[in-house]
């Protein structure tokens, strides 16, 4: 740092913030097509950008269709919920901070 007559002198970089009043920071610009471009391609996805994975992390979960259709109604496959007295009852016990695994 150098000292030259009342103000302190820095030989660092520095970052100086716009002034809001100033005419030479509030000028209109064109607008630039080809960073316009690029800034959006950057900002959609790996699916959209790429035609196929580019690391092997992405492998996983790439191809997201499933491969057989799933059949609501196949009770094989589908293991619902089912509520009867007995499990209402346990649910009730639970909700109510009850243990009983040792009796």
């Known amino acids: 740092r150098r ?3 009342k103000h302190l002198i820095s030989l660092g ?3 100086i913030t716009r002034k809001p009043m100033s ?3 509030n000028l209109e610009e064109p607008e630039d097509a ?3 471009n690029l800034l959006h391609h ?3 996805g790996p699916r959209k950008k790429y035609p196929e994975t580019q690391t092997e992390s992405q492998e996983i979960g790439w191809d997201s269709e499933p491969l057989v259709s799933p059949e609501r109604g196949d009770r094989r496959l589908n293991h619902f919920r089912v ?3 007995i499990t209402l009852y346990k ?3 639970w909700s109510l901070g009850e243990d009983d695994r040792h009796k």
């Open 42 to 44: 950057a900002s959609l």
């Open 3 to 5: 000292v030259s007559g």
């Open 91 to 93: 649910a009730k016990m």
């Open 83 to 85: 509520y009867n007295d």
């Open 13 to 15: 970089v520095h970052t």
């Open 34 to 36: 080809r960073f316009l």
């Open 23 to 25: 005419w030479h920071d």
